[in-house]
């Protein structure tokens, strides 16, 4: 019995390096292409930003001056830009007063992470 755990034990490391091998040689699909299937869409209204809406298309804002126009309290009307996995639920986010309207499909493949963004770099 310890005879047979030995040769395991020593099979091991040549297994483990085979199955390496294998996975150096296969082609792998190109990284990250499921964020350039993104939506942007644009947010129009006044008073509170629905911020739940963030969660629940898990989006974030644009850019530095969309996420202080999400957090800036006014009657004005503003425009806020947002980048989502998922389209905005248009009938709820009238309900709260404000509007959505889907800008393009988002081409993020080569985002620059070094500029602001709190989701996904």
Wanted: charged letters at 25%; one cysteine or more; proline letters at 6%.
């Amino acid at each position: 019995m310890l005879d047979l755990t030995l040769k395991l034990i020593q099979l091991a490391p040549w297994v483990i390096s085979g199955a390496s091998l294998i996975c150096a040689l296969t082609p792998t699909p190109k990284d990250d292409v499921w964020i350039g299937k993104l939506y942007k869409f644009e947010l129009v209204g006044s008073g509170n930003f629905p911020a739940w809406v963030l969660s629940e298309c898990k989006g974030y804002p644009e850019t530095r001056e969309d996420s202080e126009r999400v957090i800036k309290s006014s009657m004005e009307k503003r425009t806020v830009t947002i980048v989502s996995q998922y389209k905005p639920n248009e009938v709820v986010l009238g309900s709260f007063g404000w509007k959505a309207y889907l800008t393009q499909d988002a081409d993020y493949t080569k985002d620059n992470c070094s500029e602001y963004h709190t989701w996904p770099c």
